[in-house]
């Protein structure tokens, strides 16, 4: 089984190594680094081909990648997408991070979305990179997800902020998927506690039949 591991703004894959640690080496893992082009189409492109057939894990921007792909007809064997961008049902939910950018740069974006755990040496995103970012999830819309919706658990840390579970739970409601609180995380669930990331994957690896009924999908 291949996991695919997709990062968010203003990180790379090196955000992803105590996941990829996590998982262990019985797991196929890839964990590109996209592009950050700024452009849903460029992303959606270059991500599709790897994650067909696979098991997605996404957080915060990569969450929405993996929504958008599904609603594209990308087929996953499951997948896992903490906290992504919610359009129009959340509205102004990027708005605080989008201050801390305009204050502070890509440091004061990093430290705000995904707290004390980030640090500058998990990404090479210039100003201009996480500006195109930053603009490409807040035009994000969701759509349907289609029959991938009983294959998608959306997730939300128990230390977020209202906001952030106020918009998963919209999420959940309007797409159809799963959902569930992940305890004694916030935002960065895969830099706080990674092993609530991968336990769906080690599910589905020790009982690939009856997984889908059981805990992968909660």
């Not at 700024?38 to 696979?54: H, V």
């Not at 997605?56 to 958008?68: F, W």
């Not at 990404?123 to 195109?132: C, F, I, L």
């Given at each position: 089984?291949?996991?695919v591991?997709?990062?968010?703004?203003?990180?790379?894959?090196?955000?992803?190594?105590?996941?990829?640690?996590?998982?262990?080496?019985?797991v196929?893992?890839a964990?590109?680094?996209?592009?950050?082009?700024?452009?849903?189409?460029?992303?959606?492109?270059?991500?599709?081909?790897?994650?067909?057939?696979?098991?997605?894990?996404?957080?915060?921007?990569?969450?929405?990648?993996?929504l958008?792909?599904?609603?594209?007809?990308?087929?996953?064997?499951?997948?896992?997408?903490?906290?992504?961008a919610?359009?129009?049902?959340?509205?102004?939910?990027?708005?605080?991070?989008?201050?801390?950018?305009?204050?502070?740069?890509?440091?004061?974006?990093?430290?705000?979305l995904?707290?004390?755990?980030?640090?500058?040496?998990?990404?090479?995103?210039?100003?201009?990179t996480?500006?195109?970012?930053?603009?490409?999830?807040?035009?994000?819309?969701?759509?349907?997800?289609?029959p991938?919706?009983?294959?998608?658990?959306?997730?939300?840390?128990?230390?977020?902020?209202?906001?952030?579970?106020?918009?998963?739970e919209?999420?959940?409601?309007?797409l159809?998927?799963?959902?569930?609180?992940?305890?004694?995380?916030?935002?960065?669930?895969?830099?706080?506690?990674?092993?609530?990331?991968t336990?769906?994957?080690?599910?589905?690896?020790?009982?690939?039949?009856?997984a889908?009924t059981t805990?992968?999908?909660?």
């Amino acid at each position: 089984m291949r996991v695919v591991l997709i990062h968010g703004v203003a990180t790379d894959s090196r955000v992803w190594a105590a996941t990829v640690a996590a998982l262990g080496p019985s797991v196929e893992v890839a964990c590109p680094d996209r592009p950050q082009s700024g452009d849903m189409d460029t992303e959606i492109a270059a991500l599709a081909p790897l994650c067909e057939q696979a098991f997605v894990i996404g957080v915060s921007g990569g969450a929405t990648l993996g929504l958008e792909m599904a609603s594209r007809g990308v087929h996953f064997t499951g997948a896992l997408l903490h906290e992504p961008a919610a359009g129009s049902l959340a509205p102004g939910l990027l708005d605080d991070v989008a201050r801390a950018f305009e204050r502070d740069g890509v440091p004061g974006f990093g430290c705000a979305l995904y707290g004390a755990g980030w640090g500058p040496d998990l990404t090479t995103a210039s100003r201009d990179t996480v500006a195109r970012e930053l603009a490409m999830f807040r035009a994000f819309e969701p759509q349907p997800v289609g029959p991938s919706a009983d294959r998608i658990t959306l997730t939300v840390g128990e230390r977020s902020s209202p906001a952030r579970h106020r918009s998963v739970e919209s999420l959940a409601a309007a797409l159809g998927t799963k959902r569930r609180v992940l305890p004694g995380v916030g935002h960065a669930v895969h830099l706080e506690d990674p092993e609530q990331l991968t336990a769906p994957v080690q599910t589905l690896q020790a009982d690939p039949v009856n997984a889908v009924t059981t805990t992968i999908y909660y």
